[in-house]
């Protein structure tokens, strides 16, 4: 295959994508774990912080 070909063949493969879901709801899920998950850092280094 010649470069071009490849170009094409990748296009072709990835052009078609479809969201498994509605991208908004997705993206704030994707978001609030992300915040929570920096909470309970923020809440265990804490903690860890003050026991010494």
């Given at each position: 295959?010649?470069?071009?070909?490849?170009?094409?063949?990748?296009?072709?493969?990835?052009?078609p994508l479809k969201?498994?879901?509605?991208?908004?709801?997705?993206?704030?899920?994707?978001?609030?774990?992300?915040?929570?998950?920096?909470?309970?850092?923020?809440?265990?280094?804490?903690?860890?912080?003050?026991?010494?």
């Amino acid at each position: 295959m010649t470069y071009m070909e490849h170009l094409k063949d990748n296009r072709l493969a990835y052009c078609p994508l479809k969201p498994v879901s509605d991208d908004k709801v997705f993206l704030e899920n994707v978001a609030q774990e992300i915040v929570d998950m920096e909470q309970s850092r923020a809440m265990i280094a804490n903690k860890f912080e003050y026991q010494s």
